[in-house]
């Protein structure tokens, strides 16, 4: 009913609204109305409250609910609903929670902190209140396990494509990594539950430094990450951002769903790499081994050539890679 009453508020913009016509409306008590008034002015908004005129909203607080981002959304799955915290240990370990009692497929988890988040090959992913973005996307797609790593390159492309709508240009570090001038801005985590042959579902997290600043980052991580408000100097609208990912990421994974290929994504993911024509390193169970990245192959793993000369296809899983002398 709160969210009823704040949708109310958003459709008649900067017009007051009595509290009779909204007790009217809604079919509540006028002492309820002012409960959720109250209740809404505690999650931030700002409401001009006078007991001539009753309630106008003055402006929103910039936080990830599903309220502030479904203007945003142009989806039929993705973000219909967003189950919004504002600290959690991990968005990923809460959308396997809920997977396993049954949640729906398109649901997305967002915390504004996260105090367990986690990046891949068992590393911590930290993300300061309000200002980057944490999100789980819980997917439940008919298909065999080995298909699953796909869904990394379909989020990283959806990554590239919405920070190009903001201008920004970001290449994707194979697999999980979206970056900026050589730096991380953004990571993903894909989990998987499922059986031999079968999955039972997918959480598809991804980190995102928006806002951040400089002193936001680790004294060590500042060689190596980046923000868009660094980069950009400008903060970005974190609502339009999540609605846009959220609205990239259907129409890739519409191809996924509907051919079992993601050759849209690879595309996206090719044509930005980070890694395409570099010498790297290949590095697993830490040992590491030099190589070329030659290309990405249809299913999204990484072509790399051996300095003797022998080809392999990386498949993600526990396998990382760096630049000879650096991040990348
Ligand atoms: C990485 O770069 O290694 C992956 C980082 C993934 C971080 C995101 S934040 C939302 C989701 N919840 C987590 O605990 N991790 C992912």
Known sequence: MKYEVLHLLKKSSTTFLSGQLISEKLGVSRTSIWKYIKSLKEDGYIIDSSSKKGYRLISSPDILTFEEVNPYLKTNHMGKKILHFESINSTN????????????????????????????????????????????????????????????????????????????????????????????????????????????????????????????????????????????????????????????????????????????????????????????????NNNEKCAKALDLDGDGRLVVQYKDGSLEKLVSGEISIRGLNQYI
């Open 93 to 284: 370990n809460k959308a396997k929670e809920l997977s396993e009692k049954g949640e729906d497929h398109g649901t997305v988890v967002i915390s504004e902190e996260q105090v367990g988040g986690k990046g891949r090959l068992g590393r911590s992913w930290c993300s300061p209140k309000y200002k980057g973005i944490s999100l789980s996307i819980i997917l439940k797609p008919n298909i065999n396990p080995m298909e699953a790593p796909k869904i990394t390159q379909i989020a990283a492309a959806a990554m590239i494509e919405s920070l190009r709508e903001f201008n920004i240009n970001a290449k994707v570090k194979w697999p999980n990594d979206i970056i900026i001038r050589g730096k991380k801005v953004c990571g993903i985590l894909t989990e998987m539950s499922g059986e031999l042959n079968r999955v039972n579902y997918i959480i598809v997290g991804i980190g995102i430094n928006a806002n951040l600043d400089k002193d936001d980052f680790s004294e060590d991580l500042l060689d190596r990450a980046t923000s868009l408000k660094i980069e950009t100097n400008t903060s970005i609208n974190r609502k339009s951002l999540v609605g846009m990912l959220l609205n990239k990421f259907e129409f890739l994974y519409a191809e996924f769903q509907e051919k079992k290929q993601i050759e849209l994504s690879i595309k996206i993911c090719k044509n930005n790499s980070a890694v395409i024509g570099k010498n790297i390193k290949v590095v697993r």
